[in-house]
């Protein structure tokens, strides 16, 4: 039983929440374990494998088809992926599918799931744990590779999300399914009755809509669903169609039978109103902004009396993420933290700092510390090791990352404290930008921003618990926040006043960075369905479970034995 809250003193403020829980499982208490990530430092075997694939990459722009079943498919004009630190250079050729395509691919689905449902999930699990062994393997370096030049990751970035996410929520979710399988129903007299359960993908088919900004959530979205015994339609994002066709020949050579997952690029409301409209939608697998995954919603619901199923839509649609500084807090940690998670990868995390609050007691180290370690950031060609970011991720978001720097530079209320300056005309690079607001309601602290700019806002120290509202009050997101402190009473007082205001809470630690395994990720409020990816009940979201009763001593009255009396 969690005794929540309670009041049995500790340092450590989550100890007091969870004080009569048995201890915490260690890693070695599981069957599996997160891939480690490589160094790549200077003359490592990694370093020198990637810098060769790199090359190889670049030399050449890859025919990405649309892929339904066996069929290769290439409807009009062909399109491409540029890389985004140099757009003058092609990557990727691919192609939109059309509504009739989109159909096909939907049709070609839903009968797979069929076939596929009945393939022992032992055998499915073979083909998992084959392609994670091949992700780890031969092929890690070519999904790096094309993530890095394709979406503008640095060396880092790229391994702690097409090596090691990637292959981590391949191999815990199969040992997520092996765990929850474990669980069978009571049979009181086995003799008499046995109760069991399994479970059943979800007849139709899952259309997965993937983001950009992560290769291994590309594969989550597609993959788990089809581990659970479900078909699905693939739409990757065309700023990450290199990557993803990566994961997808992967998947096929480790097995996957033709049809269980298409691979369809597509205009976005070409495909949503094209599987909206299918009686044979079955569940969104969603990542992307709020506005898309409110008309998916609005869409369903108009078409619910169409389904043959209730489409189950789960979505992670982004947040404001914050950081939250005390008085008592450790400024060098604090400004190596905010640094990380608001500029790493261009601050296109979907967990990254955009907004923090910073009490006045430590305004002057805090600032001159963040801006001193602004000064110390290279951005360029990813080609470059020493690099600490790239180029964002296209014109669009260029533009609209560079329009929120250039209203903070006209508005009286903002000043700019680093960077603000940016250069689309070989790459689309924005300097990392940090601007200080005397407004806490500024569009700059409650507008999701994507991009490399983090807003900082001061609180007069007697004012600690009206800042601390305006965390949760400011903004519609709910994704990821961290607080800052050294006293452990703030600490406890925090995390029960902050607990509506991120589904991934962190103390003293960056509000980026979350591990398949450790911290399942996702948000609440507008940030999502908080599905939590990379945690045990993930994987349920896609199976539609059966119960089944099994009675071995036939029934032979009508009556009950009192009507006898």
Known sequence: ??????????????????????????????????????????????????????????????????????????????????????????????????????????????????????????????????????????????????????????????????????IDFFRFNVFFLKENAKYQPISENP???????????????????????????????????????????????????????????????????????????????????????????????????????????????????????????????????????HPTADVKSVVTSTIRSAFEYCGQKCSACSRMYVPRSLYEPIKAGLVEELAKLKVGDVNDFSVFMGAVIDDKAFARITGYIKNAKNNPKNKILGGGEFDGSKGYFVQPTIIETSDPHDKLMVEEIFGPVLTMYVYEDKDLM?????????????????????????????????KPTAGNFYINDKSTGSVVGQQPFGGGRMSGTNDKAGGPTYVMRWTSPQSIKETFVPLRDVDYPYMRD
């Open 191 to 325: 003799k008499v009755t046995r109760n069991s359960m399994r479970f059943r993908g979800i007849d139709g088919f899952i259309a997965a809509i993937s983001p950009f900004n992560f290769t291994a959530i590309g594969g989550n979205l597609a993959y788990t669903p089809a581990l659970m015994g479900n078909g699905v339609v693939w739409k990757p994002s065309d700023t990450a169609v290199l990557s993803n066709w990566r994961i997808f020949n992967i998947m096929r050579e480790a097995g996957l039978p033709p049809g269980v997952v298409n691979f369809v690029p597509a205009d976005g409301p070409t495909f949503g109103k094209t599987i909206t409209s299918s009686p044979h939608l079955a569940g969104v697998n969603f990542t992307g902004s709020v506005p898309t995954f409110n008309w998916i919603w609005g869409a369903v619901a108009k078409n619910l009396d169409h389904f043959r199923n209730y489409p189950r839509l789960i979505g992670e649609c982004g947040g404001k993420n914050y950081h939250f500084i």
């Open 466 to 498: 009206q800042a601390l509202s305006l965390v949760g009050s400011s903004t519609k997101f709910a994704l990821t926040g961290a607080i800052f402190a050294a006293d452990q009473d703030f600490l406890h007082l925090a995390l029960e006043e902050l």
């Open 1 to 166: 039983m969690l005794n929540l809250c309670s009041k049995v003193k500790s340092a450590r403020p989550l100890e007091r929440c969870f004080a009569s829980v048995v201890e915490l499982p260690k890693l070695q208490d599981f069957g599996v374990q997160n891939e480690p990530v490589l160094d790549y430092r200077a003359g490592s075997k990694e370093r020198v494998a990637l810098e060769e694939e790199l090359k190889k990459t670049a030399a050449v722009t890859e025919d990405v088809p649309i892929v339904i079943g066996n069929e290769n498919i290439k409807d009009g004009e062909p399109r491409y992926q540029v890389m985004p630190h140099n757009h003058g250079k092609k990557l990727a050729k691919f192609y939109y599918a059309s509504e009739k395509t989109i159909q096909k691919a939907i049709g070609v689905s839903v009968e797979a799931q069929a076939r596929w449902d009945r393939t022992p999930y032992e055998e499915r699990v073979r083909i998992w744990e084959r392609a994670s062994e091949m992700m780890a393997g031969a092929h890690r370096q070519r999904l790096n590779a094309a993530t890095m030049l394709g979406q503008s990751k640095s060396v880092v970035q790229a391994e702690i999300d097409s090596a090691a996410e990637l």
